[in-house]
């Protein structure tokens, strides 16, 4: 049976980190798993930001995921890109941190998502009526499940039964999610 | 009062303070948030526009959603352990409870909302009811029941060993179980049913189409059926039984291995068809045809009642 | 036109077909989700390695290499489960193809042998063709029998996080399904050329993944 799987979706959009150093840090070098957080940062942080709408946390939850992949490293044997592996460990990161909600340090926004504050970014503001958010924003004031899925299928290109699985949904329940979300985004882009 | 500030402040009262830091303090500065052991509660009103959306779920408890002619929200949700994470807006409403420290106790939410207002529902144990809301429902639980009555345009429910009641819904609908039992009433539109072992009951329903899939579940079916919808049900040992008025016009492919085919209507094989021991397969067209029926069973029984005639088909 | 209408019909292509409004409604979301792909990487507002590296110290400078076992070839493909999901889902269509190519090719070649199972299960005809090669029966089942045992260790996986109840559900159902595979395989054995009976033994088979697919993404109970 040969049938193939575009799995790797997510395939970043920078070159792969030397094998090496994978290796490298996998046994313990410090040095070399340094040049793996610097070539992955921006990557892994950009998914956490706009999973949860939130920088701070996003920055609490990218060092995670780091300290994850340092635990997690001897696993990886190459199956994929390295920066697949590291996608997805940062999704599950993200998605697992829901049950530490509760032990953290609350933030006062955590989860309370007003439709019509933009909690993106450091500064808090009401919109004035007539302005038009950028989609980042937009994307930032969705309601947490849509949110998850839209960046999860059109942002970082996972496919509807990935979702599902990741999510604890069915596919149809994903494209039902998918498409809200993307039908308000279009009526908050177009306020 | 602008409502939905309004709202907030009920909702935020204790984080207000907190409100005003909203820069990217150290986190090690904040304060811890309340008690998980604290029983949470949410009651509020709001105005709410039609065509909006509530997204709820839980994990065990109740979920109550009610249609009404009002332009407004009302939300009342209680956890006993866990928090209840909210975002309220004039077009969203979305709520989950989350457990604090690996600990979530029994939920509810009880909301009453503008007739034509959309509802995602979710739950693990907790029974779901979305009455009167005469839009979109998508509802899915593991073990609770669920019960929808009102739904339009889409209607998608799940369970695995709920029961599931629906009452006059229209549209694309899509029900699934493995073994909880369906019944549902004054269905329009395109169905698709699929159950492992559960009974699937449609009564009193003019469905343009059937897609019913089963394993053991008996299905029954007193049509309406349309001239020119096609029905399938499959099933491996459960029974499919269904009513053809008398002066139907419809073509009907039935096929069973073991499975015994009753019909009131007379049955001629056509030919070079065979009703041997094994494999029987039977086409044969009722009036002028029109409907497409098919009917395949395993073992499953496949039985066709006459009803009296009808003056519309449709 | 109503909102509701629009969200509906908005993602419905056949009516897109004859709906001026909608199409331009469609355009506007495949705009933004084109734009959304085209996002920019974001960086955040400081250096984040000082306080990754802080907790790595806690866990102290382990030779990693050492400590961890490899995991089998077998388990580690399946520690991916969308991976099985995936394939799993296009195993659905894959077999039931195989199956009945494999019967219509020992009887009379017939013209639409692989047509009603297509239709069956709402494969397209395109993934069909791409997949359907000259397999044995043994073959086809031992790679169904392969997906399934890979589910079956992630509901293993996933029991003790279920309600007990569910689960004796679930493996209740699922010893149903068993036997329905089972009665649909004597069947054809005894009667290879029956594509119906074909079609139903891949019926049961894909209850069961389907089955299989929905206990990986039951939400667990508290």
Same mark, same amino acid.
């Given at each position: ?191 | ?314 | ?37 085209? @996002?920019? @990487? ?49 195993? @659905? ?103 119906? @009976? ?25």
């Amino acid at each position: 049976m040969t049938h193939s799987l575009t799995l790797d979706q997510s395939a970043s959009q920078f070159g792969a980190v030397p094998l090496d150093d994978v290796a490298l840090a996998a046994q313990g070098d410090r040095r070399a798993f340094e040049r793996i957080y610097r070539s992955h940062v921006d990557r892994v942080f950009s998914v956490c930001a706009r999973m949860v709408g939130d920088r701070a946390r996003a920055e609490e939850l990218t060092q995670d995921v780091f300290v994850r992949a340092w635990d997690k490293l001897a696993t990886f044997r190459g199956e994929s890109q390295f920066s697949t592996w590291l996608h997805r460990l940062a999704v599950n990161v993200i998605l697992n941190d829901r049950e530490a909600e509760g032990r953290r340090r609350a933030r006062h926004d955590d989860g309370v998502e007003d439709m019509d504050t933009i909690s993106y970014g450091d500064v808090r503001a009401l919109p004035v009526p007539g302005l038009s958010l950028d989609l980042e924003r937009a994307i930032a004031t969705l309601p947490p499940g849509a949110r998850k899925v839209f960046v999860l299928h059109d942002v970082e290109g996972y496919t509807h039964e990935e979702i599902g699985s990741m999510l604890g949904v069915t596919s149809g329940g994903c494209k039902a999610q998918l498409h809200r979300a993307r039908m308000l985004l279009r009526r908050m882009l177009t306020q | 009062m602008n409502p939905r500030l309004m709202m907030r402040t009920l909702t935020l009262a204790p984080f207000l303070l907190a409100t005003l830091f909203l820069a990217a303090a150290p986190l090690e500065a904040q304060g811890r948030r309340g008690d998980g052991d604290v029983r949470q509660r949410i009651d509020t009103t709001f105005a709410f526009d039609r065509g909006g959306e509530v997204d709820l779920s839980l994990v065990s408890g109740e979920i109550i959603v009610t249609g009404g002619a009002s332009n407004q929200i009302r939300i009342v949700a209680t956890t006993e352990r866990g928090r209840l994470v909210t975002s309220f807006g004039r077009t969203h409403v979305s709520i989950e409870a989350r457990s604090v420290d690996n600990r979530l106790g029994d939920t509810r939410y009880e909301l009453t909302v503008p007739r034509g207002t959309r509802v995602t529902a979710h739950a693990v144990s907790g029974d779901i009811r979305v009455h009167g809301t005469g839009a979109a429902v998508e509802v899915h639980s593991v073990s609770g029941d669920i019960s929808v009555r009102d739904a339009s345009d889409r209607l998608e429910v799940g369970t695995v060993s709920g029961d599931l009641t629906v009452a006059r819904a229209s549209g694309r609908l899509q029900f699934e179980s493995v073994s909880g039992d369906m019944m549902a009433e004054e269905l329009t539109g395109d169905l698709t049913i699929e159950t492992i072992s559960g009974e699937m009951t449609l009564r009193r329903s003019t469905l343009a189409g059937i897609r019913a899939s089963s394993m053991s579940g008996d299905l029954e079916y007193d049509g309406p059926f349309s001239p020119t919808g096609t029905y399938r049900f499959n099933s491996h040992s459960g029974n499919v039984e269904f009513g053809l008025p008398a002066n139907a016009g419809a073509t009907l492919q039935l096929e069973t291995f073991s499975g015994r085919i009753a019909s009131d209507f007379p049955l001629t094989l056509q030919p070079g068809q065979t009703a041997g021991r094994r494999n029987r397969r039977m086409e044969f067209t009722l009036g002028t045809g029109g409907t497409r029926i098919s009917a395949e069973t395993f073992s499953g029984n496949i039985t066709i009642r006459r009803l009296p005639a009808r003056g519309n088909q449709e | 036109m109503t909102r509701d209408h629009l969200d509906h019909d908005v993602a419905d292509e056949s009516h897109r077909a004859s709906c001026a409004e909608c199409t331009a409604v469609w355009t506007e979301l495949e705009g933004i989700s084109a734009q959304a792909a085209r @996002l920019p @990487l974001l960086t955040p507002s400081r250096d984040l390695w000082a306080g990754i590296e802080t907790r790595l110290a806690r866990h102290g400078m382990t030779d990693l290499s050492a400590s961890v076992a490899p995991r089998p070839a077998a388990s580690r493909w399946l520690a991916r489960p969308a991976v099985r999901l995936a394939v799993a889902a296009s195993l @659905l269509v894959a077999v039931s193809a195989g199956i009945t190519w494999t019967y219509a090719k020992s009887s009379a070649p017939q013209a639409s042998a692989t047509g009603r199972s297509i239709e069956e299960l709402g494969g397209n005809r395109a993934a069909v063709t791409t997949v359907v090669q000259p397999a044995s029966l043994d073959e086809t089942v031992a790679t169904m029998d392969h997906e399934i045992a890979a589910l079956r260790l992630l509901l293993d996986e996933r029991r003790e996080r279920l309600d007990p109840r569910t689960v004796s559900v679930l493996e209740a159902n699922m010893q149903l399904i068993d036997k329905a595979i089972a009665e649909s395989k004597a069947a054809l054995e005894a009667d290879p050329s029956s594509r119906f @009976l074909a079609a139903q033994y891949a019926r049961a088979y894909a209850s069961k993944i389907t089955l299989l697919r929905d206990v990986a993404t039951i939400p667990a109970g508290t």
